[in-house]
């Protein structure tokens, strides 16, 4: 785990039991000890169209339990973490696409990436696309209209409107398909099936150590099949904008 004061918490965990998709059990310990400091146990139930999920940690003695407790806040951490995890999985229900990524270059590079035209097209786009157009007006309720052109020479154009734009931190936009002329319309000209919404994107950058911590966040999208190949296709476009750098 890595905490918000950069400190770095190592974990080395041993599956001792694995019951898919019922049970986990597993045997906890850090990289200074090797002999595990408790056992977890997780179950999972079906009830009703949820899911019950049961946590159960057992440690050697009293002692060892306070201590983890007290020092750690280890139980207002693990309330934090299944509290997280329930928001992932009803992002990922809804539509929503999260990715994090590490670069190898400070934040103001990843944000001249992201902002830059001449930088930006060197990167937009799916493995073997390319970007030809790339043009924004950079600020709150600014447009952009950008082209993506695949390897058989059909473009795939967006548009939208910048509703923050935070330099070095954070960049915010609609997101909508388009025309070459800048107009918005349907999924359904490029073959996109599914229930789309009101498409959002959010980019935040923070840094992380001598790299740069990315997050994308983009919602609006169908559940299912089109949202596995958006992420996919922002996943390719990752690479390139890491190489880019």
Not at 51 to 69: C, G
Not at 167 to 186: C, H, I, Q, W
Request: charge should be positive.
């Amino acid at each position: 785990m890595h905490g918000p004061d950069g400190r770095d918490y190592p974990n080395v965990v041993t599956y001792i039991e694995v019951k898919r998709p019922e049970k986990l059990v597993w045997a906890h310990g850090t990289v200074e000890k090797e002999t595990a400091h408790f056992h977890t146990t997780l179950t999972l139930e079906d009830v009703g169209g949820k899911t019950r999920l049961t946590m159960r940690a057992t440690f050697p003695s009293e002692a060892e339990l306070k201590k983890v407790i007290k020092e750690y806040n280890a139980v207002e951490g693990g309330k934090q973490t299944l509290a997280r995890l329930a928001d992932y999985l009803g992002e990922k229900q809804a539509g929503t696409l999260v990715i994090t990524r590490l670069f190898d270059a400070p934040r103001k590079d990843v944000w001249k990436a992201w902002t830059d035209p001449a930088a930006f097209k060197k990167w937009w786009g799916p493995k073997d696309f390319t970007c030809p157009v790339a043009k924004m007006d950079l600020k709150k309720g600014g447009k952009y209209h950008w082209c993506m052109r695949g390897p058989d020479g059909k473009d795939y154009w967006t548009t939208g409107e910048f509703l923050e734009v935070s330099p070095m931190g954070r960049l915010v936009y609609t997101d909508n398909f388009a025309d070459e002329k800048g107009n918005v319309v349907s999924p359904e000209k490029y073959g996109m099936t599914g229930k789309w919404g009101k498409m959002l994107v959010t980019v935040t950058l923070e840094d992380n150590g001598k790299r740069t911590k990315m997050t994308l966040k983009h919602t609006g999208l169908p559940a299912g099949e089109m949202s596995e190949m958006t992420g996919a296709g922002w996943n390719q476009s990752f690479d390139k904008l890491a190489a880019s750098l």
